[in-house]
C-alpha cells in the first residue's frame, strides 16, 4: 500500500475501489481500520495542531478527500491516484455492510438529523443494518461510555459526523475500547446531506474542486472561516513546502 508524504501527513495512495477492497479485506479477517480521511483545511490546521496530527497519522488509511489535496500532491511531484471523497465512500460501505449483513453505527449531527439518516438506510436496505445511533452533543465525560455504547453495539462500522478536530481525537483516543469494531470512520457533514439538510455539488463543480464553495454559499457564516482562512493557508504551506525543496536541491 503507497503512501506519500505531503505536509507532514501520511496519505495512502489508493483509488476508491481499491479503498472498498482494503476495508472488506480487514472485516473479513476480524481486524481494526481506523480511517481518516483530510482536505486542505485539515491539512492546513494539522501545522499548528499538533494533538490532530498525531490523531491522524497514527490512524491506518487516510485518504485524500479534497480535489485541492490532490492537485497539491501532483504539484508537490508526488501524484495520488484520486481523490477519495468521504460522503462517496461512506455510501459504497453502507451498502457493502448491507449486502455483508454487516451492522452500522451512526454517531453525530444533530438528534434529528441522526435519527433521519437511521430511518432512511433501513427504508433503503433494512432494519437489520443499523446497531444504533447517537447525537453528536456531549460533554467531555460522556465520552468514554459513548464509546463503550458503541463497542457494545455489536457494530462493524462506526460513522463520525462531528467537525474536526474532536472526531479524530474522540476515535484516537477510545480505539482500544472500540477495537472490535472493524472500521471505525469520520465522515464530516455527511449525515446532513444524506437527511436532506445540505445538498451536494453538481458533479461539474466537484471535478474542478469547486464542492468547497457550493458548501460555503449553503451556510456562509458557519462556513466561512474553515474554508477561506483553511485554504489560503493550505496553499500558503504548499508553496512553502514546493520551495523549500527548491532551495534544498
Known amino acids: 500500500m503507497g503512501r506519500i508524504q505531503l505536509l ?9 475501489q481499491e479503498t472498498l477492497a482494503l476495508v472488506q479485506e480487514k472485516i473479513r479477517e476480524g481486524k481494526q481500520l481506523h480511517h481518516v480521511v483530510v482536505n ?3 491539512l492546513a490546521a494539522m501545522q499548528k495542531d499538533l494533538e490532530l496530527r498525531q490523531s491522524v497519522n497514527q490512524s491506518h488509511l487516510v485518504n485524500a478527500d479534497g480535489q485541492a489535496v490532490v492537485w497539491a500532491s501532483q504539484f508537490l511531484g508526488k501524484p495520488l491516484k484520486e481523490r477519495v471523497a468521504g460522503i462517496d465512500l461512506m455510501a459504497g460501505l453502507v451498502e457493502m455492510a448491507h449486502k455483508n449483513q454487516n451492522k452500522i453505527f451512526l454517531f453525530g449531527a444533530k438528534e434529528e438529523i441522526v435519527k433521519e439518516v437511521a430511518r ?6 433494512s432494519p437489520n443494518l443499523i446497531a444504533g445511533y447517537r447525537n453528536g452533543y456531549f460533554s467531555a465525560s460522556e465520552e468514554k461510555a ?3 455504547q458503541i463497542a457494545d453495539s ?11 478536530p474532536i472526531k479524530e481525537n474522540f476515535l484516537y483516543k477510545y480505539r482500544d475500547i472500540l477495537k472490535n469494531v472493524n472500521l471505525i470512520m469520520g465522515v464530516g457533514g455527511s449525515f446532513d446531506v444524506v437527511a436532506g439538510k445540505t445538498k451536494r455539488a453538481p458533479k461539474w463543480m ?13 451556510e456562509p457564516r458557519r462556513m466561512w472561516k474553515r474554508y477561506l482562512v483553511g485554504n489560503s493557508q493550505f496553499i500558503y504551506f504548499v508553496l512553502k513546502e514546493r520551495f523549500s525543496k527548491h532551495r534544498e536541491s
Do not use: H, P
Open 8 to 16: 507532514n501527513t501520511s496519505i495512502d495512495n489508493l483509488s476508491m
Open 40 to 42: 486542505a483545511g485539515k
Open 120 to 125: 432512511k438506510y433501513s427504508e433503503i436496505y
Open 146 to 148: 459513548i464509546a463503550q
Open 154 to 164: 455489536g457494530t462493524q462500522m462506526l460513522f463520525v459526523a462531528i467537525s474536526s
Open 206 to 218: 466537484q471535478k474542478i474542486g469547486m464542492e468547497w464553495f457550493y458548501r460555503f454559499l449553503q
